[in-house]
């Protein structure tokens, strides 16, 4: 640094220093006086900074008890109201084939007669006249009767447990050629404990008969 | 706590740590939480009977206010109208010093750069020396020293004809 460069520095230091003693002269503004009070609140106690400040912040405030328990009711209210739809709604049947270990019997059978699984094909009733399938069945009756098939050559024994394997519609057909009723199957796989240990597995199928009125 | 000692401290500092707030923080109420929030804090570190380190006290002060900018980000554009709008109240009222030439002064120092900005208040309002507003910023001290000498000489630039005399 030669001394041309040294003596402007020198002047330009001088010239700062003088502009900072005349900016100097500004005073800054006093805080508000809350702002002592509110130092003086902290300071004071620990925790009472969070509580100041809670007063002029948007954070929420500090929630308990009551609060949790008032949502997890609001939560479980919620809930219900969305599972009584799921529970009111009424079960569809499957629209695709039976399964493969179910042989579908398409037959009428008498209302609150059981009739035996092999013994089914050979009752098969004609076809509904188209003129009365294409109306529209109207269910009068409410009370199913629930026509048992039990499986020839297996003990009458209650089972341990029942798994469902399918439902079927069949429509509406005519029992004795008269009576117009809805004919639903239901295909349930029965678990029997066995004498040696290995239980048993049996399926069995349960026709519902709902008489209907055609109009 | 409630020692009197830091009512003097208090006194002494913070009309000088609310105007350094207030290079960061639009409005003078998020000034005076960052001075609240920075002070408490170093206060709050001091042993009894001991005093705390000024250039620690104005860096608190820098990072409350920080953090406050940081929160008030989503309200950015209200906040730019409450600076545009803001009443010019950096200074408090004298009768020697002319009101026009001190907004003037604010108006000036507001259009220059924050890292200048910060280092001509710290140095001449706050009366810090060069190595503690060094310290303040984290950074060297001839860094500090030049900003401060190029940001002087850019506010006189931006003073109006009549300020540059005399304020």
Redesign the interface.
Known sequence: MNRFEHDREEQEAEAAEGMILDLARLRPAAPSVALRERIAADLVAPLSRETTSAARSPTPAPRGLGWLAERMLWAAGGAIAAAVPLLLQPRPLPAGPLPADTNRPAVAVDQAEAVPRGAQSSDMPAAVPSAIAAAEPQVIAVEPQVVAVEPQGVAAQEPIAEESLAWSDDGVQFIDGQIPARVIRHWVLERFPGADGVGLVRPREDVFVVPVALR | ???PA??AW?DRH???L??YARQWLPD??SA??A??GG??KV??GCRPGETPDVPLLYAAVRSEALDLLKSHARRRAREDRVVAGSSH????D?P??SQER?AA?QRALEQLPIEQREA?VL???SGLSFPEIARTLGGNENTVAAR??RG??A??KLLPEGCRE??
């Open positions: 706590m409630d020692d830091w009512h208090y913070a009309a000088r609310l105007l003078r109420a005076e939480d001075v609240q002070f408490v206060w709050r109240d950096w200074w408090a004298d020697l010093v001190a002064v001509i140095r001449v309002w401060c000498r002087l000489a506010l006189e005399s304020l």
